[in-house]
């Protein structure tokens, strides 16, 4: 029997790396695949206490989370796509329009 | 033991994957770093007995979230990003940052552990099976977050389309 602490262990883990990939790095693709890995983190916490407490609702609650994770990668992609469109760039220090 | 050895080696090739998602300087060899990681992911809710969860991990983020990903990557033009610097100029404040984080988190759930390891042997899993329960719990007990959620999606659909439009008219 694995202890339920190991999984939170992990899901800490997995959130700082994906803390991490949204602060240091420049190219926006990889920030919101870093915020793909943060909700993973997550599901992986909700789901451990799901099995912990014996109840469905923590994985109810994954899917709630999965269902966002797909909502913010569609309009995160069609928003750098815009972006792209107008700015001809993929870097996240270089998009400083409401910067005064 | 073993499922001991399978959490170490499922976590393990997470961890790994997942930093190499975000140190990779070509964002294809990102994405599939990142589907690797989910691939872990998914084993380990597999793990947890949580089996229909698994399979929406694999249908959804892996076929449908990570194509997507590949879609934008080859529709955007790196070839420039690729050569400049991958990280900014704040990396090392924010490594120190989420170092401190990190260990503020663990160090937390180690003190906290205790209070986790006392219903571990009740452990017992649902006996309809774990869709059916899903699937109850869904559409008796969370009927309303479950339209809030499609409306959710119908929202984020007009907005993608609508982002990635040429043109506004």
């Given amino acids: 029997m694995i202890p339920t602490h190991w999984y939170l262990f992990l899901g800490t883990a997995l959130f700082t790396i994906g803390v991490v990939g949204v602060l240091t790095r420049r190219n926006v693709i990889i920030i919101l695949m870093s915020i ?25 609650f994954a899917i709630f989370v999965i269902t966002d994770a797909a909502a913010e990668a569609a309009v995160g992609l069609g928003l750098i796509i815009a972006l792209f469109r107008n700015k001809e760039t993929v870097n996240a220090d270089e998009i400083d329009l409401l910067k005064w | 033991m073993l499922p001991q050895i399978a959490f170490f080696i499922l976590s393990g ?18 994405v599939i770093w990142l589907i690797v990681t989910l691939f872990s992911v998914g084993g380990i809710f ?11 991990q694999v249908l959804l983020y892996v076929g449908g979230i990570m194509v997507l990903f590949l879609f934008v990557v080859m ?3 790196l070839d420039v990003s690729i050569k400049q610097a991958q990280f900014s100029r704040q990396w090392q404040v924010a490594l120190v940052t989420a170092i401190v984080l990190m260990v503020e988190l663990g160090y937390g759930i180690y003190r906290g552990h205790q209070g986790f390891t006392l219903g571990e042997a009740a452990a017992a899993p ?25 409306i959710l999606l119908l929202v984020a659909m007009v907005g993608a389309v609508i982002m990635a439009k040429r043109k506004m008219e």
């Fill in chain 1, 36 to 60: 793909e890995l943060i909700l993973n983190a997550v599901n992986v916490n909700l789901v451990a206490f799901s099995h912990y407490f014996q109840s469905i609702d923590g994985q109810v």
């Fill in chain 2, 13 to 30: 090739v997470a961890l790994v994957s997942a930093v190499m998602v975000i140190t990779r300087r070509n964002a294809v060899h990102s």
């Fill in chain 2, 46 to 56: 597999l793990m947890l007995h949580a089996e229909f969860l698994f399979a929406v």
């Fill in chain 2, 75 to 77: 529709l955007v033009n």
């Fill in chain 2, 126 to 150: 649902v006996a309809a099976g774990n869709t059916q329960a899903v699937a109850l719990a869904l559409y008796r007990d969370y009927m309303l977050p479950v339209e809030i959620a499609s």
